[in-house]
């Protein structure tokens, strides 16, 4: 009998990958490369190269804006919102810090970094009062946070609200990757940030205290490292990436925690599809099922991110959230998508 039972566990997951049916919607066709997206009012807004942001209503697909934010050619990677508007800062100096109001589609510039190594990864809001946003660091390789405060109308660089900041540093060669707009997670008042490079590791705060913890990540190229992390809760989340230069290795791209960040378990190490630059744990799961998307592949797993199963070779994206449980959007190279899953 206890030899039956691994069989038929194995069996039964095998038989519910194979009656998995995925289908395709595209909603958006453009000359435009996305990196980030979020969800408001049924509808996917997005933020793109040459400085071009827009929506699409997901119930009427017709339904679509799109606006450019500047006369410049800029690359948004980034798009977080709160209550009443949304936020967008482009990569490469000057940064520009750009607030666009819900309803009207008005917008402003409300910070500008121009220090030359500007160069922001992405943009959170926390409970939709504050934002966060991390930066290729300075010289003196401090760990860079801008901190937006819409209700104050402070958008500035904070140091003195962490009790330990400017004593947390980078690495020589350590950065984050500006790829989905999801190297920042949070989970009530906790923050995640995972970092690449020379080094792969997480940047916590909690009680406005940063601890650096590191991971068993692949690491040591700067093409290499965490790209995308997710969180459940305060305990459980994921980390995915890999290499972009080696899209096809899959050694070390993929891990877990259950204690809120501080160790990391590598899960299916040269079991999964490669490279991914996005991860989102499916809402209400409490982290048991997953989705990741990479250039070449969208991958699933069932199991808290043991084991992956690719459920589809459509290539291009770059980004992805789930807009409920059987259907999630993605972003990238000239298009959004919506994939429905059903089982």
Known sequence: MKKILPFLFSFLSLIAFSQ???????????????????????????????????????????????????????????????????????????????????????????????????????????????????????????????????????????????????????????????????????????????????????????DLSWEVFSTPFIQGESSQGIYSIDFADEKFGVAVGGDYTKQEANINNIATTNDGGETWQIQASGKNAGYMTCVKIKPDSKGKEMVAVGDQHISYSSDFGKTWKKISDEKGFYVCKWVDKDSVVFAGKDKISVMKLKF
Not at 62 to 77: A, C, G, V, Y
Not at 123 to 137: I, N, Q, T, V
């Open 20 to 206: 998995q049916i995925v289908s395709f919607e595209n909603v958006l066709n453009d000359k435009i490369n996305i990196r980030a997206i979020e969800l408001y009012d049924n509808k996917v807004w997005y933020s793109g190269t040459d400085s071009k942001f827009g929506y699409v209503d997901l119930k009427n697909t017709k339904n679509q804006k799109q606006i450019r934010l500047s006369e410049k050619k800029l690359q948004f990677r980034t798009l977080a919102q709160d209550k009443k508007s949304f936020y967008a800062i482009n990569i490469e100096s000057p940064a520009y810090f750009f607030k666009i109001d819900k309803e009207k589609l008005s917008y402003e510039i409300v910070f500008t970094d121009t220090v030359k190594t500007a160069f922001y990864d992405a943009l959170h809001f926390m409970d939709g009062k504050y934002g966060l946003s991390f930066s290729d660091p300075e010289e003196n390789l401090n760990l860079k946070i801008a901190v937006l405060l819409p209700e104050k109308k402070i958008y500035d660089f904070f140091h003195t609200g962490f009790t330990n900041h400017d004593r947390i540093k980078l690495n020589k060669g350590e950065a984050a990757f500006a790829a989905s707009n999801t190297n920042i997670s949070s989970y009530n008042k906790t923050v995640w940030i995972a970092t690449g490079g020379k080094a792969s590791r997480i940047f916590k705060m909690r």
